[in-house]
T-cell receptor, first 113, second 116 residues
């Protein structure tokens, strides 16, 4: 079945460091790929998404590129801030209208000032 | 900006009691979902709902669970007899469903259920 694997956390970085959180997926067909973010004590927010191969999703300085050849959707940011501290979930869904989202286990990110 | 809302934000109940978690999806959305997240674990799909019936349900969604859209705006999740292991954050989500498969599910802020 479909699944998402992302790097284990926690990840601890200093402010202004470069961030990569790895994510790979297994899916039939051509899934849509997502990164969701969960700030402390809050719900899930969509950070970015990509719906076809080679698409790049971007938002708030974060980027991820849909790589079909490596089945990956790694999250990157050039210069992280303390406010980026959160849990990041890689996720996918098949491109049927009502299809569920399958989440990875989440990666907790700590940014030190 | 339209958003999904959920009430209550925190529900504490005794084991064996019934609970109803409420959600108001975005008004023109057609597809509705419940997910749960046990503390420190990943978010898991429970059920999807479209056209007043369940589209898909996971293994977690057993006979103790039910969903309903009692009117044009609310979407509820009922747990008939809660167990300790039902303690989790429950997220509602909705999706418009008319964008040819490139839509986005929008999540509510969640209800934290604590079963004592």
């Amino acid at each position: 079945g479909n699944s998402v694997t992302q790097m284990e956390g926690p990840v601890t970085l200093s402010e202004e460091a470069f961030l990569t959180i790895n994510c790979t997926y297994t899916a039939t067909g051509y899934p849509s790929l997502f990164w969701y973010v969960q700030y402390p004590g809050e719900g899930l927010q969509l950070l970015l998404k990509a719906t076809k191969a080679d698409d790049k999703g971007s938002n708030k300085g974060f980027e991820a590129t849909y790589r079909k050849e490596t089945t990956s959707f790694h999250l990157e940011k050039g210069s992280v801030q303390v406010s980026d501290s959160a849990v990041y979930f890689c996720a996918l869904s098949n491109q049927n209208r009502d299809d569920k989202i399958i989440f990875g286990k989440g990666t907790r990110l700590h940014i030190l000032p | 900006e339209p958003e999904v809302t959920q009430t209550p934000s925190h529900q504490v109940t005794q084991m064996g009691q019934e609970v109803i978690l409420r959600c108001v999806p975005i008004s023109n959305h057609l597809y509705f979902y419940w997910y749960r997240q046990i503390l420190g674990q990943k978010v898991e799909f429970l059920v999807s709902f479209y056209n007043n019936e369940i589209s898909e349900k996971s293994e977690i969604f057993d006979d103790q669970f039910s969903v309903e859209r009692p009117d044009g705006s609310n979407f509820t999740l009922k747990i008939r007899s809660t167990k300790l292991e039902d303690s989790a954050m429950y997220f509602c989500a909705s999706l418009w469903g008319l964008a040819g498969g490139t839509d986005t599910q929008y999540f509510g802020p969640g209800t934290r259920l604590t079963v004592l």
